[in-house]
């Protein structure tokens, strides 16, 4: 109890100093709030730029295609998504053909950056059961696998 008498004000300033130095290393290690929402994985985005012209171009390709009735894209940092709605008279080997030949319109670099995917389904409600299907092209691949 001496001891602690003694050294209390040592004791309480070592706790502060503590304090502040975890509280540092929790700010700065643990709450990397600081850097992009998507980190370091678009790094060279720049040089691959995926723009409205490239999308429409794209859209227009796809709309196209008999039996093809709406397509909408998405793009979220190195994702890019093609989401289209079919009649039900469209077979499944024809929009894989008509997707396989809209890589196309991509220039070499996006196809090697970009994740690109498909995503097919009825513009309606039916009973039939070809459909929805997905599509999915990685940046190492040069087809789509479905």
């Known amino acids: 109890m ?68 709406s397509v909408n894209t998405n793009l979220h940092g190195r994702i890019f998504n093609v989401i289209v709605k079919v009649e039900e008279a469209m077979t499944v080997d024809k929009i894989k053909e008509v997707t396989n030949s809209s890589l196309e319109k991509f220039t070499k670099e996006q196809k090697e950056f970009y994740d690109i995917s498909f995503f097919i389904d009825y513009e309606k409600e039916t009973e039939a059961t070809a459909f929805p299907i997905i599509g999915y092209k990685n940046k190492n691949n040069d087809q789509i696998v479905w």
């Open 2 to 69: 001496k001891l602690l008498k003694k050294y209390k004000w040592f004791i309480l300033g070592f706790f502060i100093l503590f304090v502040i130095i975890a509280g540092w290393i929790f700010k700065d290690f643990l709450l990397n709030t600081d850097g992009a929402l998507y980190g370091h994985r678009l790094e060279g985005i720049e040089d691959a730029p995926i723009g409205e012209e490239t999308k429409k171009s794209i859209k227009d390709f796809l709309l196209e295609t008999e039996g093809v009735k």
